[in-house]
């Protein structure tokens, strides 16, 4: 590399002839300045980024050192911190609510033998299959989820350890006909066997092939964190594809990098500042319960530590008899004095005025980096409504990407098992399935609808989805799941059911004499 070259101007001569050792040093750092390049951030050279020295690393390298404990200290935060607490509840409320329902969507450009009808059909029998497979707890390796109650527990496993592996073994059950049943793996059960180093094929209990693609895990039999479980630690590897390539293993976590093998707890950036948030608190609730109280110290003159204190149930002691650990403060607690005392009240200054201001910046802060605006972080919408709107608007954005990266990792392998296994017991007839991938993937295709936003308006946003579908920006069916989630097919043949049933119940107008009926 070649080094740019610097022509000394009218100044550095001028500099340089006064003083040649100014004048060097003065070359000396535009050479620096020129090496260095255009960023301010990078420069070595200024008081601010002078002992930033770091050395950049992969993914894993930066990552896998430090995740046991970013895991142990967000779940503890989970567990004990309210704002952290709100946050992880908030999304998964948010991101899941009532949980994402599938929505049979076949491509019917490619399976061009069906009619509009039959199409119709076939995807509505799809979801009634789909909902026996998938709709109770014995969908469950354990028996404790249905599907749509397993996705907040696979959300949350994300955000607390970042993130989680779902095993789909096959188990048959009576009163079901399907066996894809799901196992639910926490991130800490997945770790080399033996503690064995990382190598390139095997990397934080993740076997690789020789492309760097996961192929397997290995998973202890126990917790590591099980105090129950004292044997000695087995591990068992679970294959992530079958040989007619079935998906086995969902390894779902969010892939910020090239190269990244686990994933990490969605509270990592700030977990020092809601530690901090949070002790701040407490150190003011407590404050504020001392404040309330008679706090009361009393100074002696005379310097005697033997001198007699107030008979406290008709019984005299001295200083030297009293259990100063048994001494409380109590409210309104009124104590004599003897000759010679004073007394010197401690004002704590609580409550403390400015706390609110400092724990609300606090929160912006957290909530920038969880993408969480502050409004909703704490639950406290008392800005206009064009403000509150534009938060909810800003979160919304971010749910919604949440909810379409779930759906892609967890809910959609989902469905496609369960309508593999059906198509296989011929439970649904569809021809080519397993001799073209094309028509395969047209058959899979599903859309996953959730809960809706709300409204803060109502009536304004009602009527905009109307103006919207009337000027051929948006159709019904789409804006009937974005106002309250629901599926407009349906809820237009349940207003045809209604419409009949109202017309049997209202009274039939009697016929004028001498018309016809």
């Not at 707890?137 to 970042?162: K, M, N, P, T, Y």
């Not at 079901?176 to 190598?199: H, M, Q, S, W």
């Amino acid at each position: 590399m070649s080094l740019p070259k610097i022509t000394p101007t009218w100044l550095d001569k001028a500099i340089g002839f006064i003083s040649p050792a100014t004048g060097a040093r003065r070359l000396q750092a535009r050479m620096a300045m020129a090496i260095s390049g255009g960023y301010t951030g990078a420069r070595t050279d200024r008081r601010q980024t002078y002992n930033w020295g770091l050395r950049d690393s992969d993914a894993d390298s930066a990552i896998l050192g430090d995740l046991p404990t970013l895991r142990a200290r967000s779940r503890d935060l989970e567990r004990n911190a309210p704002l952290a607490s709100g946050a992880i509840n908030t999304k998964v409320t948010s991101i899941v609510g009532s949980g994402l329902k599938p929505r049979a969507a076949i491509d019917r450009d490619i399976l061009t033998g069906l009619t509009e009808e039959q199409a119709d059909a076939w995807e509505r029998a799809a979801e009634r299959e789909f909902k026996l497979a998938t709709g109770t707890a014995d969908f469950d390796i354990e028996r404790s989820h249905s599907f749509l109650a397993s996705q907040a527990l696979v959300l949350r496993g994300v955000l607390s350890a970042g993130d989680i592996f779902v095993n789909l073994p096959r188990k048959s059950r009576p009163g079901n006909p399907y066996t894809l049943r799901v196992n639910f793996i926490e991130a800490d059960r997945v770790c080399n066997p033996d503690g064995k180093p990382d190598t390139a094929t095997l990397v934080a209990g993740i076997g690789k092939d020789s492309d760097g693609a996961p192929v397997r895990c290995h998973v202890t039999k126990h917790h590591p964190g099980n105090l129950r479980a004292a044997k000695k630690r087995e591990w068992i590897p679970l294959e992530y594809y079958s040989k007619d390539g079935r998906r086995l293993v969902l390894h779902i976590y969010r892939k910020l990098r090239p190269g990244q093998t686990r994933g990490v707890p969605d509270l990592a950036p700030v977990i020092e500042l809601l530690k901090q948030y949070s002790k701040y608190t407490d150190h003011e609730i407590q404050a504020a319960v001392v404040s309330s109280l008679l706090t009361v110290f009393i100074k002696n003159t005379t310097g005697n530590p033997q001198i007699a204190m107030p008979a406290v149930g008709g019984i005299s002691q001295t200083q030297d008899q009293i259990d100063t650990e048994g001494m409380e403060l109590g409210s309104g607690a009124v104590l004599g004095l003897l000759p010679g005392e004073d007394i010197e009240v401690v004002d704590p200054k609580r409550p403390n005025t400015a706390a609110e201001a400092f724990l609300g910046a606090m929160a912006q802060q957290i909530g920038v980096a969880l993408e969480l605006p502050r409004e909703l972080l704490v639950k406290n919408f008392t800005a206009s409504y064009s403000a509150s709107r534009a938060a909810l608007l800003e979160a919304w954005r971010f749910f919604m990407t949440s909810r379409t990266w779930l759906a892609e990792q967890y809910c959609q392998p989902i469905w496609e098992a369960v309508i593999t296994e059906a198509v296989a017991r011929g439970r649904l007839a569809a021809p080519g399935f397993f001799s073209d991938p094309l028509v395969r993937m047209a058959y899979l295709g599903c859309e996953w609808t959730g809960d809706a936003m709300g409204q803060l308006n109502p009536v304004q946003e009602v009527t905009a989805a109307q103006l919207k579908v009337e000027a051929g920006f948006s159709t019904r069916s789409r804006e009937t799941a974005g106002l309250n989630g629901g599926d407009w097919e349906r809820d237009e043949r349940q207003r045809a059911k209604e419409q009949k049933a109202e017309a049997k119940r209202l009274p039939v107008e009697p016929t004028p004499e001498g018309s016809a009926p």
